[in-house]
């Protein structure tokens, strides 16, 4: 079955620096992938998503890319701020009757 | 605020208990989804309902059950609990699919002394 790995666990970044969180996955036919952030003490939030017919999606600070032929898909978080400190989940879904495969999570710390 | 209430937020109990979680989705959502998520662990899929009906599982333990009502809410069944079993659990509702966006719940904080 699907597999999704995320990479790095952990990512400390200088304040206005870039951060950058990888996700492969193994099933060809995957073809949605979201990410979601979770701050402490609450539930995981979607921030971006992207299909696979297009290649990158920006949403002011954040964006993501799509590497069909290598299987991997990142988020790019610019000019990083205190209140992107969270956990970063990204999943995979090969379409609306297939269940989202998620990744192990990606502490982000943003250092002042 | 996802639009997700879930009840209770906190709950103590004893190994061996039983306990029951209870979740009512965003207003229109057909779906909901229990996930687990034990201390700095990320989050483990346990079980979606689609208008009452289970429509897939995860790695969901025999001592655990779900179901989901005629008015769409739902709740997570918990029994036999073991000390392992403390974690949050998190429900999430949408639309329809998993392609939809999944709105989370703020969590039920379970532990077993």
């Known amino acids: 079955g699907e597999n999704v790995e995320q990479h790095p666990s952990t990512l400390s970044v200088q304040e206005g620096d870039s951060a950058v969180i990888k996700c492969t996955y193994s099933d060809s036919a995957s073809n949605y992938f979201p990410w979601y952030k979770q701050e402490l003490g609450k539930g995981p939030q979607l921030i971006i998503d992207i299909r696979s017919n297009v290649g990158e999606k920006k949403d002011q600070r954040i964006a993501v890319t799509l590497n069909k032929t290598a299987k991997h898909f990142s988020l790019h978080i610019t000019e990083t701020q205190p209140e992107d400190s969270a956990v970063y989940f990204c999943?995979?879904?090969?379409?609306?009757?297939?269940?989202?495969?998620w990744g192990a999570g990606t502490k982000l710390i943003i250092k002042p | 605020d996802s639009g997700v209430t879930q009840t209770p937020k906190h709950l103590i109990t004893a190994t061996g208990q039983r306990v029951t979680l209870r979740c009512s989705p965003r207003s229109g959502d057909l779906s909901v989804y229990w996930y687990q998520q034990s201390l700095d662990q990320g989050l483990q899929f346990l079980i979606q309902y689609y208008n009452g009906e289970e429509r897939a599982k995860g790695n969901i333990l025999e001592r655990f059950s779900a179901q989901q009502f005629p008015d769409l809410h739902s709740e997570l069944n918990l029994s036999s609990l073991e000390l392992g079993d403390s974690a949050l659990y998190f429900c999430?509702?949408?639309?329809?699919?998993?392609?939809?966006?999944?709105?989370f719940g703020p969590g039920t904080r379970l532990t077993v002394l």
């Open positions: 999430a509702s949408s639309v329809e699919s998993g392609v939809d966006t999944q709105y």
């Open positions: 999943a995979a879904s090969k379409g609306s009757n297939y269940q989202l495969i």
